[in-house]
């Protein structure tokens, strides 16, 4: 599969991936925020962690559902932003992309009693989304988890974790805090294919 690259200083995403509108730039290169420091459970100071970290932050099931019980099913995903984008550095590592090579990013907003409880940030690159999987193009303000728990062909990886520093880029705009905030990763495959998935637990969230 051709791998879509950037054109001058235009940004186009592959016709069969639907109409994309150039976008405009002052230069072909790609602007990289400071990659947080994910780190492996092993690698960290079980001391620094949150004294529940295993009920929430070290928790394998679905983080969908136990949102869905501690608000009482008082829950809601909000898509916040979702493009076709190159992931950055440590994303491409994870999940074993090469340089520049595309991945829809799905950014979004787990809301419980109407306020956003975490950040959601998902990156499915451009070979994970065909055949069993090109349903994952298509979703909007749907809980990517619950469709990923609910698949027993499901695979996760070990969680790296990470306290994001107060005002992190790495947070969408729209939901950056002057706390900081522990987050997670993971790497999930499906039917041999990968995507990542990591989860900011804001200043909100209820343990």
């Not at 230069?27 to 990659?35: A, I, K, R, S």
């Not at 974790?161 to 002057?178: D, E, K, N, T």
């Amino acid at each position: 599969m051709q791998v879509p690259t950037f054109t001058g200083t235009n940004l186009y995403r592959p016709a069969q991936y639907g109409k994309l509108r150039p976008v405009q730039a002052s230069t072909p290169t790609l602007l990289t925020p400071p990659d947080p420091g994910w780190r492996l459970i092993p690698q960290v100071n079980r001391a620094t962690l949150p004294a529940d970290a295993g009920d929430w932050l070290l928790n394998e099931g679905s983080l969908t559902q136990y949102l869905i019980e501690k608000s009482g099913g008082d829950f809601e995903v909000v898509r916040i932003a979702q493009s076709w984008q190159s992931p950055y550095p440590s994303e491409r590592a994870l999940l074993g992309l090469r340089d520049r090579q595309w991945a829809l990013v799905r950014e979004v907003a787990l809301h419980c009693h109407g306020q956003a409880w975490v950040y959601a940030r998902s990156v499915l690159p451009v070979t994970t989304l065909t055949g069993p999987l090109r349903h994952l193009r298509r979703l909007r303000n749907e809980s990517l988890g619950s469709l990923l728990f609910q698949d027993p062909h499901l695979k996760r990886g070990p969680f790296e974790i990470v306290q994001l520093p107060a005002s992190s880029s790495y947070i969408h705009p729209s939901l950056r805090q002057p706390q900081p905030a522990w987050a997670r990763r993971s790497r999930f495959c499906l039917y041999g294919r990968p995507l990542s998935v990591s989860e900011v637990f804001l200043k909100q969230f209820q343990p």
